[in-house]
């Protein structure tokens, strides 16, 4: 039985997404990642629209898409580090979000006991 | 950013559509009060608030950044007001803890994307044409027909002329043909008469997004009493779409339709399968209950149109016939006789090869040849071959 935060709303996530498997990268703020880093938007900001995207957490498959994020919004992007994690069918479910510099974006459903800032790394970029 | 804002500026703006997301989005459009478009980027962020760049944009303005025609560093940096609005939110704030007009000239690079950049959504820049052909038909007291065109590679509604006008032509050409076969003789070539074609007249009356979608209307109003000739042959031409690809069903209905109508729904296959992905043909009449449509793609459109150059129309005859054998070639296969002064000459049915084989050149003999007659229905070329199937000697001649 999967352990979902309790503020998710009713069919979240949604039946489509799928279990995760492989490698995903994602953006942390500082020089190691932090609980903090794999908070979802409604997490870090209760007053946020309360939709079932934003109970996910984004995931980037492609590192160009990486690239993507930093060239269109290098403000943003530019300076933060990115880490990888090794994900499993333990961990929540995933869905492919296309964006449209990235189409490789997912969001990710993280059951609360999943603690990703612990088994992540820092992505060695030249 | 949060989907509904409030600000002095611009008044409330609800959330359109999202295009650049991470754990929030990134890039966005929304819509004022009165249909207004602006596109929001972020431009900056830290711990406790974000900043974003507004800019208003017309709809024909939103239509072109949509779909690809201009840039996303365009869209920002040459603004059709010549300013882009700054603005500051603390997170969760739906209203601005600043807000400022900036000069395009003056917004920094590190704003926007690199030059190029864009987004290729598929945008439909015209309206689209009403669903209800039927009620249209009825209002307009004419026969319509809406032929749905999907090109490749196009975002926007738009449609390469010539292309648009070999599929029209193709289309009337089509519809010509069908109605001189319904109504009299078809002619296999020159020109169709002129009652024909003005009975069949198609008025290009709307054209509409769904792709590309243009409505035909028929140039003569329809008369309860005499339903406009057209009708006809648009039912005919949506029926010849719905056989697809069924070889044996097409070579059927066009051999009752004749040469020209097969030669012109051809150069209508050819047409469409070179230039649209799929196409759909729609129509309907004023009178109660005559409408229909058809469809069909690229692919079953080049293979209908194969279908069509292969067809042939052949009939049997079996000739009975008293004659002089005047040539035979045993190991040819071939024979010739005359009979009633006509020479018959041909291949030989393995059946009468051994009466052959003891037959005399000059002899006379009661013969069956069978007469195949072989119809190109595309091209409208004929040939005749003859099987000699039964050979007896006569008279005199009787060994």
Not at chain 2, 156 to 171: M, V, W, Y
Not at chain 2, 194 to 214: H, K, W, Y
Request: charge should be negative.
């Amino acid at each position: 039985m999967t352990n979902w935060p309790q503020n998710y709303l009713p069919n979240c996530p949604p039946d489509d997404a799928e279990l995760p498997d492989g490698v995903y990268y994602h953006f942390i703020d500082g020089n190691s990642a932090s609980e903090f880093d794999f908070k979802c938007k409604f997490e870090k900001n209760p007053g946020y629209t309360n939709n079932c995207q934003a109970h996910g957490i984004s995931m980037i498959k492609d590192l160009d898409d990486i690239t993507n994020y930093r060239e269109a919004y290098i403000n943003i992007f530019g300076n933060k580090k990115v880490v990888e994690i090794r994900m499993n069918n333990n961990m929540g479910v995933i869905k492919n979000t296309p964006s449209v510099c990235a189409k490789s974006h997912y969001t990710w459903w993280k059951p609360i006991d999943i603690k990703p800032w612990d088994l992540c790394k820092i992505l060695e970029e030249e | 950013m949060n989907p509904v804002l409030r600000i002095k500026e611009l008044g409330q703006l609800i959330q359109y559509e999202v295009y650049d997301y991470y754990d929030e989005p990134l890039f966005l459009a929304y819509r004022d009060e009165l249909g207004h478009f602006y596109f929001a980027r972020i431009v900056n962020e830290d711990t406790e608030s974000n900043e974003w760049i507004f800019v208003a944009v017309s709809q024909n303005r939103f239509n072109m950044i949509r779909s690809g025609g201009l840039d996303i560093n365009s869209a920002f940096s040459q603004a059709e007001l010549g300013y882009c609005y700054h603005i500051g939110f603390k997170f969760g704030s739906q209203t601005p803890f600043f807000e400022g007009k900036i000069n395009c000239e003056s917004i920094p690079q590190s704003f926007l994307p690199h030059q190029g950049i864009t987004l290729n959504l598929k945008t439909e820049t015209l309206p689209k044409l009403s669903e209800q052909i039927s009620e249209r038909a009825i209002q307009t007291k004419r026969v319509l027909v809406n032929l749905h065109l999907e090109f490749p590679n196009n975002l926007r509604t738009e449609a390469p002329i010539s292309k648009l006008g070999e599929i029209l032509i193709a289309t009337q050409d089509l519809l010509n043909a069908i109605g001189q076969a319904q109504k009299e003789r078809a002619t296999t070539r020159g020109v169709v008469p002129q009652n024909i074609l003005s009975t069949n007249e198609m008025l290009l009356s709307g054209i509409g997004a769904g792709s590309f979608e243009l409505e035909l209307a028929s140039a003569t109003l329809s008369n309860l009493l005499d339903e406009a000739a057209i009708a006809d042959s648009i039912n005919e031409m949506v029926k010849l779409i719905q056989i697809g690809t069924d070889g044996e069903k097409l070579k059927n209905r066009l051999s009752q339709l004749k040469i020209r109508v097969a030669s012109k729904y051809l150069g209508f296959l050819t047409s469409i399968s070179n230039e649209v992905i799929s196409t759909e043909v729609k129509w309907a009449s004023p009178l109660p209950g005559k409408f229909g449509k058809a469809e069909i793609t690229k692919l079953n459109a080049q293979i209908a149109a194969d279908s069509i150059k292969r067809i042939e129309e052949n009939k049997f005859n079996d000739i009975e016939v008293i004659g002089q054998l005047v040539g035979a070639s045993l190991s040819q296969h071939d024979f010739e006789i005359i009979a009633s002064e006509k020479k018959y000459y041909g291949k030989v049915d393995t059946s009468v090869i051994d009466i052959l084989s003891g037959a005399i050149l000059g002899n006379t003999y009661q013969a069956v040849i069978r007469e195949k007659h072989n119809l190109k229905v595309i091209t409208g070329d004929e040939e005749t071959i003859y099987f000699l199937i039964s050979l007896v000697p006569i008279g005199d001649d009787l060994q």
